[in-house]
């Protein structure tokens, strides 16, 4: 019973930086074979995976995205985070933090959190 919230600001303007957290319960972030990632739905499209940091640490960026991405992780708190730097109203979407399982082939999801990028 892996469980995802979202948190972090609704709004946010043009050129700043976006920081979002994933707070995760029911399982560690540090737990063998499981990656963590960000992934967004802008309004009208499909899911578009940003990026994961796996179970070691090691991260992994869509190319679109490996130049103003970042993601990391407090493993004393049990949460992981997004930093997405220069945004733009193209970067409004839903976001969302997921739990894949690779060797279970199970996912969790958190609810999601609009994110509008706006003057």
């Known amino acids: 019973q892996v469980q995802l919230q979202e948190s972090g600001p609704g709004l946010v303007k043009p050129s700043q930086t976006l920081s979002l957290t994933c707070t995760v319960s029911?399982?560690?972030?540090?737990?063998?074979?499981?990656?963590w990632s960000w992934i967004r739905q802008p309004s009208g499209k499909g899911l578009e995976w940003m990026g994961v940091i796996a179970y070691d640490g090691s991260t992994y960026y869509r190319p679109s995205f490996k130049s103003r991405s970042s993601i990391s992780r407090d493993t004393f708190k049990n949460r992981f985070y997004l930093q997405l730097n220069s945004v733009t109203p193209e970067d409004t979407a839903v976001y969302y933090c997921?739990?894949?399982?690779?060797?279970?082939?199970?996912?969790?999801w958190g609810q999601g959190t609009q994110v509008t990028v706006s003057s």
């Open positions: 029911g399982g560690s972030i540090t737990t063998n074979y499981y990656g």
């Open positions: 997921n739990a894949h399982h690779m060797v279970l082939n199970s996912d969790y």
